[in-house]
């Protein structure tokens, strides 16, 4: 007989589900080597003391943060314009304004460059004329 | 109307997968005790057990469609419990890995030989087992908590930790002797 075997009769006997055959096997082990019985003593005492105290528990309201986080985990996923000022309904707006402003303001920017660039002195850059600026040196820059 | 409970495990998780968050929540609360009764032994009581036993519920929740009742529900949250237990364990070991030179195999769980002074005596043998259990490798002291401490049979057991009955048996002979030596020298 293993050692392993031993054991577990040990531990059918203290959990009181040996069989009679398995209790009449141990009965001759335990003839033959009486320590038997200290080792089944001291089986019962570790699982008592095991067992023994207050069984183990979480922090109050264990049930309330599961369920928190369930419910959390379940909540739809906002969308990155609901957060924020920017709600849906503003954004949806702004991106309908867009063009109808930018067009006539692209327009009338051309214009006015059109406009600059044929006033334009000449010695004036592109830059300056584009945009009806004076024409100026750096010496000049630096002293204003 | 049948209250929460009063209904089966089985109505209360047929009725929380129709989203009654209400059945959901008793089950919470009835088996809240099985999952502390596996993941404290294992992890040790501190916000980190709580953290992973709400882990375990949620991982419940996800899976309850899987569940058909071969198993008892007991067994079933206890393997998940395990399971967890053990993957926060290796997070642990990890964690602790970047910080210090590995030593001491598995000083995961409490390293310090309580003190024992103004205690009963059952209280001092309870917290000198339990110093002795935290020194087990996390996969000796899973046999010994599911088997000694939760009661599970040697198949249940094999069952929730996926390992042969041999192994089970081979395991829990270790566990006790590395138990009583850490006993014997913490004592003496």
């Known amino acids: 007989m293993t050692e392993e075997h031993i054991q577990y009769l040990i531990e059918r006997l203290v959990e009181g589900r040996i069989s009679p055959e398995e209790q009449a ?22 699982r008592s003391i095991l067992v023994s ?8 309201q264990f049930d309330q943060r599961v369920m928190n986080r369930i419910e959390e985990e379940n909540a739809p996923a906002p969308s990155p314009a609901s957060q924020g000022f920017f709600d849906v309904d503003f954004a949806r707006a702004l991106g309908r304004l867009f063009p109808r ?25 592109v830059f300056e004329a584009l945009f009806g600026l004076p024409a100026i040196d750096i010496a000049t820059a630096l002293f204003l | 109307m049948i209250s929460v409970q009063d209904m089966t495990d089985l109505s209360l998780i047929s009725s929380a997968k129709d989203g ?24 040790g009581n501190g916000d980190e057990a709580d953290e992973v036993g709400q882990e375990v519920m949620i991982k419940f929740y996800r899976n309850m469609g899987q569940f058909e009742g071969q198993a008892t529900l007991k067994t079933y949250i206890t393997r998940i419990a395990m399971n967890s237990a053990r993957d926060a ?3 642990r070991k990890r964690s602790l890995k970047r910080f210090f030179a590995p030593k001491d195999n598995e000083r995961d769980w409490q390293d310090e030989i309580p003190g024992t002074e103004d205690q009963g005596r059952d209280a001092e043998n309870r917290q000198l087992v339990q110093f002795a259990l935290g020194k087990l490798a996390p996969e000796i002291r899973a046999v010994v908590v599911l088997r000694l401490m939760e009661g599970f049979s040697i198949e249940e057991a094999a069952d929730i930790l996926d390992v042969p009955s041999g192994t089970i ?9 590395q138990m009583a030596k850490t006993i014997t020298g913490a004592t003496a």
């Open chain 1, 25 to 46: 096997a141990l009965d001759e082990m335990k003839q033959r080597q009486p320590e038997l019985e200290k080792l089944i003593a001291a089986e019962r005492e570790l």
């Open chain 1, 53 to 60: 105290g207050p069984a183990p528990s979480f922090r109050s």
């Open chain 1, 101 to 125: 402003v930018a067009t006539p303001a692209f327009a009338l920017s051309a214009f006015a460059m059109a406009s600059n660039a044929s006033a334009a002195t000449p010695g004036s850059s």
């Open chain 2, 20 to 43: 009654n968050h209400d059945s959901f929540a008793e089950l919470v609360r009835r088996y809240q005790g099985v999952v502390a009764a596996t993941i404290i032994p294992m992890l």
């Open chain 2, 89 to 91: 364990l290796r997070r």
């Open chain 2, 169 to 177: 048996l081979s395991r829990l002979s270790r566990g006790k002797a």
